[in-house]
T-cell receptor
């Protein structure tokens, strides 16, 4: 069974540009979570999508946005990139329902570098 | 989501048993306790989940006292490859999957 896949693995962008990160959940999973992890720091919750809708978002500015497609894959878009956006972006999927009670499966992440 | 408190870091040697305790004083009746492991530059990996008493799998054991205000993740005979950050999550009906700062475990030869 394929795990959660994220693309690209690495992404280098210039300040002010836009970045698009993609996530494919495990087959059968309907919920997708996005996290930002700056080097050496903890995971910061970004967004939660379930059944195509945004269910909740963390304390991030509106330039962080995303969507979930009918096949449950998801995109994270970061507009007007700033140097501080450089981080590992992780995607996780669950079968839906109550997120803390179900096992979350994480992808390997996208390393975004803003120069 | 119940607030959790874990030690920031722990050191151990290969072959020893490591116990990481998580405090969650305001745990609710329906809350589950879940532990994840994260290696550098990788996504966290589910280790174990429990509600009360003791849960054991091939990787670890989770001890939960009767009052459920704390829990202890036990890793038997750790190896160098167990060096990682361990996160404790507590909750039930929550709309976020929030990770705390975790415990950084360093295993020495």
């Amino acid at each position: 069974e394929a795990g959660v896949t994220q693309s690209p693995t690495h992404l280098i962008k210039t300040r002010g540009q836009q970045a698009t990160l993609r996530c494919s959940p495990i087959s059968g999973h309907t919920s997708v979570y996005w996290y930002q992890q700056a080097l050496g720091l903890g995971l910061q919750f970004l967004l939660w999508y379930d059944e195509g809708e945004e269910r909740n978002r963390g304390n991030f500015p509106p330039r962080f946005s995303g969507r979930q497609f009918p096949n449950y894959s998801s995109e994270l878009n970061v507009n007007a990139l700033e140097l501080e956006d450089s981080a590992l972006y992780l995607c996780a999927s669950t079968q839906g329902g109550v997120p803390v009670n179900t096992e979350a499966f994480f992808g390997q992440g996208t390393r975004l570098t803003v120069v | 989501l119940a607030k959790t408190t874990q030690p920031i870091s722990m050191d151990s040697y290969e072959g020893q048993e490591v116990n990481i305790t998580c405090s969650h004083n305001n745990i609710a009746t329906n809350d589950y306790i879940t532990w994840y492991q994260q290696f550098p530059s990788q996504g966290p990996r589910f280790i174990i989940q429990g509600y009360k008493t003791k849960v054991t799998n091939e990787v670890a054991s989770l001890f939960i006292p009767a009052d459920r205000k704390s829990s202890t993740l036990s890793l038997p005979r750790v190896s160098l490859s167990d060096t990682a950050v361990y996160y404790c999550l507590v909750g039930y009906n929550t709309d976020k999957l929030i990770f705390g700062t975790g415990t950084r475990l360093q295993v020495f030869p």
